[in-house]
Nanobody, 124 residues
Framework: QVQLVEFGGGKVQAGDSLRLSCAAS????????MGWFRQAPGKEREFVAA????????YYSDSVKGRFTISRDNAKNTVFLQMNSLKPEDTAVYSC?????????????????WGQGTQVTVSS
């Protein structure tokens, strides 16, 4: 069993930065991918970014590419999402997730474990 816990959400102004962390406990495999998703009120869950177990492969949605950076520290079982140049439309609950087999990192339905989510609010 894997447990995921997110940290680092908060309220910021447009243009500010935030760094989210996702701490994982339990066994993960070298085939796995860790992802970040977000969901704004009244909207569907949206893929944000994902990273391979080694950290050598990353994926980003077009809406965050160039502003957000995903990284990981396997020694600490932690994945990070550095969010720069935040915009009001980035406001959402951000959740990290683990996909054991990593076939389609952008698809939320493929992920096996989820954190509880952390709120990010960006005001204009």
């Amino acid at each position: 069993q894997v447990q995921l816990v997110e940290f680092g959400g908060g309220k910021v102004q447009a243009g500010d930065s935030l760094r989210l962390s996702c701490a994982a406990s339990g066994r993960t495999s070298s085939d796995s991918v860790m992802g970040w998703f977000r969901q704004a009120p009244g909207k569907e869950r949206e893929f944000v970014a994902a990273i391979s177990w080694s950290g050598s492969v990353t994926y980003y949605s077009d809406s965050v590419k160039g502003r957000f950076t995903i990284s990981r520290d396997n020694a600490k079982n932690t994945v990070f999402l550095q969010m720069n140049s935040l915009k009001p439309e980035d406001t959402a609950v951000y959740s990290c997730a683990l996909d054991i087999f990593a076939l389609r990192p952008q698809f939320s339905g493929d992920y096996d474990y989820w954190g509880q989510g952390t709120q990010v609010t960006v005001s204009s």
